[in-house]
């Protein structure tokens, strides 16, 4: 079963945007956040609920 299905978030340590996919979040950080610093990782939120 994929991410979207499970309400697993993965957010932006950065701006706090949220993407459904790791590598939506990947894509964002690569190309909004592409002069800063990339020390982030890549986690699942707690939440599932938006809250």
């Known amino acids: 079963m994929k991410s979207a299905h499970l ?3 993965f957010i932006c340590d ?4 949220w993407f459904t996919y790791s590598d939506n979040l990947k894509r964002h950080q690569r ?3 592409a002069t800063t610093n ?3 990782t890549i986690r699942p939120s707690d939440s599932g ?3």
């Open 38 to 40: 990339m020390d982030t």
């Open 31 to 33: 190309t909004v956040h």
């Open 49 to 51: 609920n938006g809250s």
């Open 7 to 9: 309400n697993v978030r």
């Open 14 to 17: 950065l701006c706090g945007k």
